[in-house]
T-cell receptor
């Protein structure tokens, strides 16, 4: 079946350091990927996305890298801040036109002051 | 002025009861979803409606019945609640099917079945 997974359930970083959250996906037909951030007690919030015709996309303090050869996605957060503490999910669109977004299991990012 | 709002925020109930969760979006979106998040934070789609029509039913027990009276509302009714239904349920909406850049989630309904 389709699955999107993350390599580490919890990542702990020092404030100011860079964070890297990884994700492995299994559906080679996926052509669109998203990272979401979920803070405690809230719903997931869109951070950044990338299409399969790109291998890197940058936002404000965040960068998403896509390696289609090994079906790997990563989210890099520069100068991590306490407000970045949350659960991060990668998601893929799976086979085209299904209308479904498939989420990975989430990585909890803890930022130590 | 909340974009996607769901009620109630918390729902505690006994096994066997019937309960409903309501969702409303004021974004003018055509497509709405229900997702279930388990205790391990895994998010799984349950249903999707596009302009009041059911387009995704992801092998959910028929005790769960979504209803969309208009495209701004998508409610979830659950009959004969079971312990395994305990989870956080999220409503979400997007401009149209497949447009995930603008997928907005509500803040969730934490359902506890005792």
């Amino acid at each position: 079946g389709e699955s999107v997974g993350l390599h580490l359930p919890t990542l702990s970083v020092q404030e100011g350091d860079n964070s890297i959250i990884n994700c492995a996906y299994s559906n080679s037909a996926s052509d669109y990927f998203i990272w979401y951030k979920q803070e405690s007690g809230k719903g997931p919030q869109f951070i950044i996305d990338i299409r399969s015709n790109m291998d890197k996309r940058q936002g404000q303090r965040v960068t998403v890298l896509l390696n289609k050869t090994v079906k790997h996605l990563s989210l890099q957060i520069a100068a991590t801040q306490p407000g970045d503490s949350a659960v991060y999910f990668c998601a893929e669109n799976g086979s085209s036109n299904t209308g479904k977004l498939i989420f990975g299991q989430g990585t909890t990012l803890q930022v130590k002051p | 002025d909340t974009a996607v709002s769901q009620t109630p925020k918390y729902l505690v109930t006994q096994m066997g009861n019937d309960k409903s969760i309501k969702c409303e979006q004021n974004l003018g979106h055509d497509t709405m979803y229900w997702y279930k998040q388990d205790s391990k934070k895994f998010l799984k789609i349950m249903f999707s409606y596009n302009n009041k029509e059911l387009i995704i039913n992801e092998t959910v027990p028929n005790r769960f019945s979504p209803k969309s009276p208009d495209k701004a509302h998508l409610n979830l009714h659950i009959n004969s609640l079971e312990l395994g239904d305990s989870a956080v349920y999220f409503c979400a909406s997007t401009v149209s099917t497949g447009v995930y850049e603008k997928l907005f989630f509500g803040s969730g309904t934490q359902l506890s079945v005792l």
